[in-house]
């Protein structure tokens, strides 16, 4: 009679293995998750930001503007320890489209007291080769594999300008060195807040586009009508635009 033994203990292994992998997918399948909200208005100051509307920056210079976009990614919330999205987060804001003003991503539950988030594209990804979805090239968010992503920028039309049809421009980027314009956000909650599995945190933060205009330095349409490349300028206008952003509220909902 043949010894079949050898061959049972064959087909139990493999019955293991087998019940090894489910069990493992089904602890994936179960992890715990949250998600987080974020709701982006956009402002001049006080008053709600339109293109249609005129503005007067610190230097008393009236402007109108059309364009308005910017890069968000890499977002965390603070807590002990920081927990990072547990998915990709790139995220390009424009005000043409309301849709990219509403931003959500995944999130282990647990206690936390802020968030942060960069304001641009990180160095890795401005030399990573060819990007996808938010950070696709053909958004025009993108100057050169050398010179990588703007940041964020802003067009318009003032009358002080010496360029063609008044126009005025500002594309803002840079990653390298000391003029480096990637801006790290960190907005603080009221008190710290427990969020639970299936949970959303729900987040709304104001942009204050008056911001570019004023800070450390104060910028002039006049004086610089146009500013398109990464450089001691585009730096200066960065370190303006880093307090744009304040936390109007936050709270936690059943999604």
Known sequence: MPDTF????IILAAVLVMLSFSFIKK???????????????????????GFEKK???????????????????????????NKPATGETYFLIDEENPESKKLIAPFEPGTYSGLRF???????????GAQTGAL?????????WNT??????????????RMPGNFFEYHIGGFKGETNTLKQIDLKF??????????????????????????????????????????????KVADNYADMFTLVDVKTNEP
Not at 137 to 142: A, E, K, N, V
Not at 148 to 161: D, L, Q, R, T
């Open 6 to 9: 050898p061959i049972r203990r």
């Open 27 to 49: 602890e994936a399948g179960q992890a715990d998750t949250a998600t987080v909200s974020i709701q982006l208005t956009h402002s001049f100051g006080a008053e709600e930001l």
């Open 55 to 81: 503005y007067t920056n610190t230097a008393g210079e009236e402007f109108t503007l059309s364009k308005f976009k910017y890069y968000l990614s890499n977002f965390i919330l603070i807590g002990s320890p």
């Open 118 to 128: 960069l304001l641009g594209v990180d160095s890795l990804r401005n030399v990573s």
């Open 136 to 144: 696709d090239p053909l958004h025009g968010m993108f100057w050169t």
């Open 148 to 161: 990588g992503y703007i940041m964020a920028k802003i067009e318009g039309h003032s009358p002080v300008s």
């Open 190 to 235: 009221p008190q710290a807040i427990s969020l639970k599995k299936n949970q959303q945190l729900k987040i709304q933060i104001q942009a204050d586009l008056s911001k570019w205009f004023s800070g450390p330095v104060d910028l002039s349409i006049a004086a610089k009508p146009s500013i398109t490349s990464p450089g001691a300028n585009a730096k």
